[in-house]
């Protein structure tokens, strides 16, 4: 492969980086300390194109290509892990819509959604169900005009903040896997309550949800997709999203490294700075060449979806090494800081507690470990 920025890419990266860097990374540890989900900034990154950068303008994007994307995800989860994964979760709760929606549903919620008016939510896991969907236990059977939806969902992203999510729900007990569907629950539906908010250990202010169902009705016209082919249609958007996420592990990974060389070079031990000692500086090399790998490796991937071919496997390793690159990353950024690095007054703490969830949502390490192997093996 052979791979340069496009001037568009180069431009865009500047963009979103200065605006990131002004209004996201100041905000970051207020909002990980108030475990705050930032409601203000849905509508200012309506403003700068970044609710829908790489969907067709014509239904409402921004028409920016897939390696965009990672590019201004990368620099928006360096300014802010927590904004990467609102905006990763957005995107995951309108791509049912963007794959499989109906024009009148396009209309209705995606385009919305695509230009900042409306926020998204992705409504998969149960307490029962994470890794392994087929244990889903949320049901919706069709009654009248209506689908009528009974379960609870838990760990949804933005759940209590979205205009609409899309839920996926068993239609078919027998057999899970070919018989569950997708569909629109706008907020506000008689029936969906939000039982309560999670206190997580990072990504502080992307807050994750308890979302109970109880007799809960929607329009017929709300079942995104065909029935009974949710399963299929899952899978088809968190294979898309997973490069978001590997994007989202770099950023992070990027803005751990770059406070490590700061670091290095005002700190001083045995009257030089740190940076001098051979053994720091071989630390720096190691997380550096991490960070560019993982970089290639995830626009590698969007190079290929940009270009229509298969990307499942390529997004799996991605996602993998890059959530595991930013662990090393971050990991050597903090221990480069000394005992400073513990400490709350600098933000690689949470750096450090933000890295963690890259290697668990969206397919744990394990799974992506398990989606490469079954495409090798085939
Ligand atoms: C902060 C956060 C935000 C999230 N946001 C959303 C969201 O917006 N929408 C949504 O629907 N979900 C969301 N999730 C859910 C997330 O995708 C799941 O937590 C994740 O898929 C793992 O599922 P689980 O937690 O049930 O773990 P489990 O499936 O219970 O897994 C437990 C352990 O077993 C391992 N394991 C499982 N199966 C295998 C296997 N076959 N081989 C080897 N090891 C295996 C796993 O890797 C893991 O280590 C979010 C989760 C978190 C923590």
């Not at 970051?28 to 203000?40: G, L, S, T, V, Y």
């Not at 963690?356 to 090798?376: N, P, Y």
Request: charge should be negative; proline fraction near 3%; hydrophobic fraction near 40%.
């Amino acid at each position: 492969m052979e791979f340069q920025y496009t001037d568009d890419q180069i431009a865009l990266r500047r963009t979103v980086r200065e605006w990131a860097q002004s209004y996201l990374a100041p905000k970051a540890a207020e909002i990980d300390e108030n475990n705050r989900f930032p409601e203000e900034t849905i509508k200012a990154l309506g403003e700068q194109d970044l609710m829908g950068l790489a969907y067709p303008e014509e239904l409402g994007g921004a028409g920016y290509d897939a390696i965009s994307e990672a590019i201004a995800m990368e620099e928006i989860s360096a300014a802010c892990a927590a904004t990467g994964s609102i905006i990763t979760g957005h995107y995951l709760g309108f791509d049912a819509l963007y794959l499989e929606g109906s024009p009148e549903q396009k209309e209705k919620w995606l385009r919305p959604a695509l230009e900042g008016e409306k926020y998204a939510a992705f409504c998969l896991t149960e307490p029962a169900g994470g890794t392994d969907m087929t244990s889903n236990k949320t049901v919706a059977v069709a009654d009248g005009d209506d689908y009528v939806i009974n379960g609870v969902k838990h760990f949804i992203t933005g759940g209590a903040h979205c205009d609409f999510l899309c839920c996926f729900a068993i239609t078919n007990k027998e057999d899970p896997k070919h018989g569950m569907s997708c569909f629109v629950v706008e907020k506000g539906t008689p029936g969906m309550e939000i039982a309560s908010e999670d206190n997580k250990m990072g990504i502080r202010g992307a807050r994750t949800a308890e979302i109970v169902f109880k007799d809960c009705r929607v329009p017929k016209e709300n079942l995104v997709g065909e029935l009974n082919h949710g399963y299929r249609l899952a899978l088809r958007v968190i294979d898309r999203g997973r490069i978001g996420i590997a994007a989202m592990a770099v950023g992070i990974a990027q803005a751990a490294l770059d406070m490590a060389i700061s670091y290095s070079k005002e700190r001083v031990v045995f009257k030089q700075p740190i940076c001098k000692f051979q053994g720091l500086q071989w630390m720096l090399a190691d997380a550096a060449t991490q960070v560019e790998a993982a970089r290639l490796m995830t626009y590698y991937a969007a190079d290929l979806k940009d270009h229509g071919k298969p990307f499942t496997k390529e997004a799996s390793m991605a996602k993998l090494f890059a959530a595991e690159a930013s662990h090393k990353v971050v990991d050597t950024a903090l221990q480069i800081h000394g005992g400073y690095g513990y400490m709350k007054e600098y933000p690689i703490e949470r750096l450090y507690r933000d890295q963690r969830i890259t290697e668990l949502f969206e397919g744990t390490s394990q799974v992506q470990r398990m989606v490469i192997a079954g495409q090798i093996l085939h």
